[in-house]
């Protein structure tokens, strides 16, 4: 749905002409190379592999890149732009938008100026498919709970353990793995560890996860048996940062997924306010009765309310003011408002809101994990507790 339509206008942030263009050269990307797709995708279980290096060509990935390793040094607004030109249009089984927002960042912010010149122009391109590792199969929002090991092992590491739900998983070949370089140290021992899957030996896809939703989403088992990593694919100069890091990029991750959520819902807003209005039952349009106009009258005030907040935490994250607390607000309250929108819309189709072919019925398998990745929502409302 239109920012019009809800009534929210453009923030001064946005009010950039390259943004609008790379947001309509997104648009425009998703419009001819994902939309024709997607029923496809969902049923092979992950997007073609050659969508990368299109996209790579478009230069559409990575666009906070700095300039000086070939990116055009965009900030947290382009990346918004990426989501809303790609998932506003009902494309959710790429993760192009963990790629580009959540993996390559952990790159410039902490890598060396070797590690970003060597790994960054082949994310930029499509060559590099990126993953982040963090989920284990007993170990999910708890990360010092983690079991796999990175130990020194002469000039590299040995990398040892599994991972689980991992988005990109079944074609990344550069993943980011959170490792325990020190087991003894607990959250101090941990490190982020980065393996270039096409030059070891010792790592293997599990299965693709068979999901309630996102079924075009490649989510992946991964396996490392012994995986031998040179020393300089520790990512940063020095063992034990990992969790730090992790902490320190994962407010950015979470107001992602609550974007992710407000333009599901304007989405899910415009299908069914089309739908109401040309479906008729007992002689007159469905939107004639009551019930629907009070339905999507109180649907489209909390729209209204998660894009301006969500709107005010992007503009904190560009100035670098965003914390955890409230990256958890948005996050939380904002998928659930998802869930509960996204629900009444499928009521409000009626028989055809169940029905595969509608749209409706996608968003409402895929909007569900909304609550539960990046750190459930019940953890998210303890990381809030915690500043009262």
């Known amino acids: 749905m239109p920012r019009e339509l809800i009534g929210v206008p453009e923030p001064e942030w946005a009010k950039d002409e390259a943004l609008q263009l790379y947001q309509d050269s997104c648009r425009a990307f998703a419009e001819k190379e994902c939309l024709p797709h997607n029923e496809r995708w969902e049923k092979q ?17 990575v666009p906070g890149c700095p300039e000086e390793y070939g990116g055009a040094g965009g900030d947290y607004r382009f990346d918004a732009a990426f989501v809303e030109g790609v998932h506003g249009h009902g494309v959710e089984s790429w993760g192009a938008a ?7 960042p952990y790159i410039w912010h902490y890598g060396t100026d070797e590690q970003k010149q060597r790994w960054l122009p082949k994310l930029l391109s499509g060559e590099y498919v990126g993953a982040i590792a963090m989920s284990e199969p007993a170990a999910g929002s708890d990360l010092q709970g983690i079991k796999t090991t990175a130990l020194r092992d002469g000039n590299g590491y040995r990398v040892n353990g599994s991972k689980t739900f991992i988005t990109n998983g079944g074609q ?26 096409d030059e070891v030996e010792g ?30 694919n520790l990512l940063g100069t020095e063992e034990g940062q990992g969790f730090f890091q992790l ?8 107001l992602q997924i609550a974007l992710q959520g407000v333009v599901m819902i304007e989405l899910a807003l415009k299908e069914t306010i ?12 469905v939107i004639a009765y009551q019930n629907t106009q009070f339905k999507l009258s109180e649907a489209k005030t909390e729209a209204t309310v998660a894009r301006v907040f969500v709107d005010h935490c992007i503009e904190r994250l560009i100035k670098k003011e965003l914390d955890a607390a409230t990256a ?22 009626g028989g055809y809101g169940f029905m595969n072919e509608y749209p409706i019925a996608r968003m409402w398998r895929d909007a569900r994990v909304q609550r539960i990745y990046g750190g459930t929502n019940e953890i998210m409302k303890l990381l809030i507790s915690r500043t009262l």
Not at 98 to 104: D, E, F, R
Not at 221 to 227: N, Q
């Open 98 to 104: 963990l790629h580009n927002s959540i993996v390559a």
């Open 172 to 197: 990344a070949n550069f993943i980011i793995v959170v490792s325990k370089t020190d087991p003894a140290e607990g959250a101090r021992g941990t490190s982020l560890m980065i393996v270039e899957t």
């Open 274 to 285: 089309a739908y109401v209005k040309e479906r008729h039952a007992f002689g007159k349009p």
């Open 203 to 232: 790592f293997r896809r599990g299965r693709k996860l068979d999901k309630v939703g996102l079924k075009g989403q490649d989510t992946s088992e991964l396996f490392f048996d012994d995986v031998h990593i040179p020393a300089e």
């Open 247 to 254: 902490m320190e990029q994962l407010p950015q991750e979470r």
């Open 45 to 61: 279980g992950e997007v073609d592999r050659e969508i990368w290096n299109k996209a790579g060509a478009a230069g559409l990935l």
């Open 328 to 349: 958890s607000m948005a996050k939380y309250w904002v998928t659930d408002l998802q869930n509960k929108i996204v629900d009444e819309c499928v009521q409000l189709h």
